[in-house]
């Protein structure tokens, strides 16, 4: 769901020193519109990863992952219309169907994509049970999903629903509605506001600054940005 909790609603993230002065610098720039590209990242350099941004229905953002040397592929956040999602696809051996939480924008196309493609479909128990969700296989924290020459990290950020979960790949963060640009999703009755912003501060920030995020709605963007501009962290209007 896009930004729309209120400032005042929540309780800013107290960032240590360090890390204030770490986001301090200028925020990452780099081409994240979401289109086909390859990154050379670290010990990945002889791998090439591609990333394609599949807009869909309820302005959800899906994400299909594709190692380019194998043509095996992940898709993240299967909604609707599925055409889309096959369409980039195809001639890939889809390996996996996840979503990073089960509001139905994120993941109603799931079965249809697993009978289109043979995917395997993967979701975060906890979110499972809250929804009623069927799939071939339940995440837990610390998963790691093959495609390829690539892993799938799972990290288990629970608040926006109790399984919400991200995604990460080299220095690419797949974080559904847990983070968007400048906010984080909006607010439904399952949500834990609270608990939203203790799996930010504990699971995100640990992540390199320079890693890219790719939110569920919006923009992409970079936890070096968001530390400086998005008003959850403590003191970010002073340092935007």
């Not at 809250?130 to 608040?159: I, M, N, W």
Request: net charge positive.
């Amino acid at each position: 769901m896009s930004p729309g909790v209120p400032k005042s609603s929540i309780n800013p993230i107290d960032i240590p020193e360090r890390e204030q002065a770490r986001a301090k610098r200028p925020p990452m720039r780099g081409n994240h519109s979401g289109s086909l590209s390859y990154r050379q990242v670290g010990r990945f350099a002889s791998m090439k990863l591609g990333i394609v941004k599949v807009k869909l229905d309820r302005e959800v953002n899906a994400y299909v992952l594709t190692c380019s040397s194998t043509k095996e592929a992940i898709v993240i956040d299967p909604g609707l219309p599925v055409g889309k999602l096959a369409d980039q696809v195809k001639g890939m051996t889809v390996r996996f169907i996840v979503a990073t939480h089960c509001h139905p924008g994120h993941v109603a196309g799931k079965d249809e994509l697993k009978e289109l493609t043979g995917g395997e479909t993967a979701l975060h128990s906890a979110d499972a049970k809250q929804f009623l969700r069927s799939a071939d296989r339940y995440l837990v924290d610390g998963d790691e999903l093959e495609f390829g020459e690539f892993k799938l990290s799972v990290v288990h950020t629970p608040g926006h629903t109790p399984g919400s979960v991200c995604f990460v790949v080299a220095n690419h963060a797949f974080v559904g509605d847990t983070i968007l640009a400048g906010g984080i999703g909006k607010q439904t009755p399952e949500t834990d506001v609270r608990r939203q912003m203790m799996s930010i501060g504990t699971k995100l920030l640990r992540l390199p600054l320079t890693t890219a995020l790719y939110p569920g709605h919006g923009p992409a963007t970079s936890l070096e940005r968001e530390l400086a501009q998005n008003p959850i962290f403590r003191g970010a209007g002073a340092r935007a």
